[in-house]
C-alpha cells in the first residue's frame, strides 16, 4: 500500500502538470475530509467494499472529459488501474473495490441529459442516473419513454454497456436495443463517437461491459412510444392461495401473452408467528402498455386462474409506474426519481436462464431451499425474481448486440441474499445460500453454457488472474456463460482497441496476447 500511495502520488503530479486549475477540485485522496463520504456515497453494495484487498488512492470527480483523458494518459504513463463509475451499483463493486491498487474516475459529475422531442432521442451523459432520465423525458412529453431498469439509482454508464431489462423489455426489447450513438475515451485519451470508433467497437460496448473497452461518457438513445396511461397492477398469493401452481402456470404463458404485458415474479417466504407454518409468497408484479378493460380480457383469456380483478390495477402514466415499481417509501412525486441516495445494503445475487417450465416438484424444491433458510435467520432476506423473456426479446438476433440470451429463453432468475450490519456477522453462509440454490437449479436452467446476466455479476462464475495476462481459455469459461458466441468477437475487439489490457478488472474481456 505504501508503494501504490507513493505511485499515486506522482500520478497526481501528472493530472496536476495537464489540469493544473482544475485537478484540485477534483481529486480526494485519502488526506482530505471528504473522500470516504465520496467514496460510500455510491458504495450500493456494501459486501465488496468491506471485503476490499484496496481502497482507492484517489478518486478523480471531473467536471470535463479533458480531464477524463488526463486521467487515462497519466495512468498508463504511471501504470496504474482505473475503476470507472457511473451509478456505483455494481454486484461486485468493480467499480469501487479492486484486488489490486486503483484510482477510482467517478463520473457523478458528467451526467447532462439533453431530449430531442421532435427527433425522439435523447443525449445522456455516462454520470446520470435512469431515474434522472427517466424524469427528463417526462418532463418532455408524457408518451415518450425509454426502456430501462426498475431502480432509479443505477448509473446509465454501467447499466446500458451490460444489457438493461426493463419493465418494458417484452414490448421493446433492452436499453441496449435502443443506442444509437455514443461517446468514448479510449485508452489513447482520445474521444470517439460512433463512426470514428466503427461498427465493432460500437457494437461491444452495447452488452459487452463497457470497462473493458474505455470510459463511456455519453450514449445517444432513441426514445420509445408509450400511450399516456398504462396500466399496473401487484397481486399477492401465498401457498394457500395456490402460489405453487400459479407460478408452475404462469411459465406457460411469461414468454407468450401479449407482448405489451409483462408480469414479473418476486418470491419470498415467510412463517405464521401464530401457526409457525410455512408459505411461499409470490407477488405478481406487472406492467402493461394500455388501459385496464384490455388488460382485463387479456388476462380473463391467457391467465384467468390468477384472477386479476379491476380493483387490483391503476392506471397511471408511464412515469408514474416507474415510481410505482422502484417501491420507494413515502414517495409522494415523481421528484423523488432525481434523488440520487439510495438505501445500501449488503448482498450477493446470481442468475440464471430458463428455457423448458420447472416442474411442480422442481419449484416446491427450490421453495423448500428458501424455507429452510428463513428459519435459521431473521436479519437478512432471500428474494428470487423470475423476469420474463418473449416478445420483442426473442425477435432480436443473439448477435445483434454481445448480450445473447433471446429467443428459446422463458425467463431469467435472480437469486439474492441481502442483509444488514447486523446481519454480516453471517455473511458467508448468507452467500453459500445463494451457492446452494445455484447448484440445486442447476438441473432446471440453461445447460453449455449455464447462462448468466452481466448486469448481475458473479465472480463466482470465474475471475481473471491478478497478475498476468488471463488466457482466452480461462476467461472464456465465465465470458461464454455472460456472451456465448459473442464472446469471441468481444475478444477480437478488445484485441483490437485495447491490446496492451489498459482497462481491466477481474472480469474484464481479455486480449489475445
Ligand atoms: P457501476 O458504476 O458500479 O458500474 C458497473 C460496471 O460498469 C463497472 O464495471 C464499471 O466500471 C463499469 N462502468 C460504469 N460506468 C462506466 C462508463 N462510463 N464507461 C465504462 N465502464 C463503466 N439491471 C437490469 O438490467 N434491470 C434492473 O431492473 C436492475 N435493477 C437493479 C437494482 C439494483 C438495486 C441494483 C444494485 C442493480 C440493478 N440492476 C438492474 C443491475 C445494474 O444494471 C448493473 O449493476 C449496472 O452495471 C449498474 O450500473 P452503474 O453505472 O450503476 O454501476
Redo the contacts with the bound molecule.
Sequence with gaps: QADASRIHDDYLKCLQSQNSDSISTIAYTPRNTSYSSILQS?E??LRPASTSLFKPTLILTPLHSSEIQAAIRCAKKHEIQI?????????E????ASTSPFVIVD?RNISSISVDRENRTAWVE??A?LGQLYYKIGETSRELAFV????P???????F??????MLSRKFG??VDHIIDAK?IDVNGQILDRRSMGEDLFWA?RGG???S?????AWKVSLVSVPEKVTVFNLTKTSDQNATQLVYQWQHIADKIDENLLIRLFITSSTSPQTGKKSIVVSFTSLFVGGIDQLLSLMQKSFPELGLAKEDCIEMSWLESIVYFANIPGAASVEVLLDRN?SKSY?KGKSDYVKKPISVKGLEGLWKRLFAEEEEDMEAYFQLQFSPYGGMMSEISESATPFPHRRGNIFMIHYIAGWDEKGNAESKRHVNWTRRIYSYMAAYVSKFPRAA?????DLDLGVNKIKGNTSYKQASIWGTKYFNQNFDRLVHVKTKVDPSNFFR?EQSIPPLS
Design positions: 455510491t450500493q453494495n475503476r470507472v463509475r457511473s451509478g456505483g451499483h455494481d454486484y463493486g468493480l467499480s469501487y463520473l455516462a454520470g442516473t430501462a431498469g426498475a431502480c439509482t443505477v448509473g446509465v454508464g454501467g447499466h454497456s451490460g444489457g438493461g431489462y426493463s433492452l436499453s468514448i460496448i461491459g463497457g470497462a473497452f474505455g470510459i463511456i461518457i439510495s448482498f446476466y452481466l448486469n448481475y455479476r478488472n
